[in-house]
């Protein structure tokens, strides 16, 4: 999403420098190649807790006038160590569209603890004159601590009036998530559902499956994992079908049973094994949030803003055990973020 803001900036950027139409009270008026008009603004804004957010606003209309759109773009810091940069994309066109975008990503330190955490947040969203829409959300957390928190949500909706093709829904949701303690506990899920309604050759009809692990809380290779697939159709008996895994380091209690009756509940030797730690952690997040760390702090007397360039360090992420299967690449070192307090 960042890669695809950033690209759209530059093309936006390039295309204001063609033709100048005028400047008015600090809004910049451009034409396009392919006639389109374009304005941009930008200012400052002083938010609560002493931030300042440094924006940018383009708005845009094509040469028909059938689609119209806006995108902002702002930096926020305050003078002790906060960061932010975002995006808003927002438009419309004649055949009654309408969509928008926003990302963002953020580093704060907890004052008292003393944890540091990169934010990364993600939203997409549409809809169509015929009632289709859509929706997508993205969280991400990473800590200094090792804590690592990103869950996700989508759901779509077809048109109005569309029937399916077989197998297919009117409605569906998704929701799923990963945490990690960064001490080994390990807790994933996924929970997924839909809807078809009735169209004069069947009723209506449900459908889902999720299904859920928590793994390192009372200690190594110890957990669970449950899961369930249901259905309900118009005019027949619920359906569902439950299923649970109990895993004790060297065996592991499967057990579970349906609405129709079956069942089972059975103990097998076998090793557990999980994923204790985040595959892309704190000391990737950072890595890769280069623009993000070059964001000036404010001047601590409160004016201007400090210069880019000196380090900061960042607090090292507790040893991992031996038999992290990621232990051999080492702990998290502390981290030149190039932070200047210059002035």
Not at 21 to 40: I, M, P, T
Not at 124 to 141: F, M
Not at 149 to 166: M, N
Request: net charge negative.
């Amino acid at each position: 999403v960042e890669a695809e803001a950033e690209s759209r900036r530059e093309e936006v950027n390039f295309a204001m420098a063609a033709v100048v139409a005028g400047s008015e009270q600090g809004v910049v008026e451009s034409v396009l190649a392919d006639g389109s008009r374009v304005w941009q603004e930008s200012g400052e804004d002083e938010l609560e807790g002493g931030r300042l957010c440094r924006w940018t606003v383009v708005r845009g209309q094509s040469a028909d006038q059938s689609v119209e759109w806006e995108e902002k773009y702002w930096e926020t810091s305050d003078q002790w160590g906060y960061r932010e940069l975002g995006a808003e994309k927002s438009g419309r066109d004649s055949t009654g569209g309408i969509w928008r975008e926003q990302w963002m990503e953020s580093l704060d330190q907890d004052s008292k603890s003393g944890i540091s955490r990169v934010e990364r947040t993600a939203s997409k969203w549409g809809s169509k004159a015929d009632g289709a829409k859509w929706q997508e959300e993205w969280a991400e957390e990473y800590y200094s601590d090792g804590r690592v928190d990103k869950s996700a949500y989508k759901w779509a909706v077809r048109a109005d009036g569309e029937i399916p093709e077989e197998g297919h829904a009117n409605v569906w949701h998704e929701k799923w998530g990963e945490k990690w303690d960064g001490k080994g506990r390990a807790i994933k899920y996924t929970d997924r559902w839909a809807e078809r309604f009735a169209d004069g050759t069947r009723g209506h009809q449900k459908w889902g499956e999720k299904w859920s692990q928590d793994f390192g809380e009372q200690g190594d290779r110890i957990g669970n994992r449950n899961g369930e697939a249901w259905q309900q159709n118009e005019g027949e008996m619920p359906y569902s079908r439950k299923w649970g895994e109990e895993h004790h380091a060297d065996y592991v209690r499967k057990f579970g049973g349906s609405t129709t009756g079956d069942g089972w509940d059975v103990n097998a030797a076998k090793d557990t094994w999980y994923e204790k730690y985040a595959h892309y952690g704190w000391d990737e997040a950072v890595r890769q949030s280069n623009e993000l760390l070059n964001v000036p702090l404010r001047r601590r007397d409160g004016g201007g803003l400090r210069k880019r360039g000196v380090t900061i360090s960042l607090p090292e992420m507790p040893e991992r055990a031996a038999t992290d299967d990621r232990a051999g690449r080492g702990g998290l070192r502390a981290i030149d973020a190039t932070v200047s307090d210059d002035e």
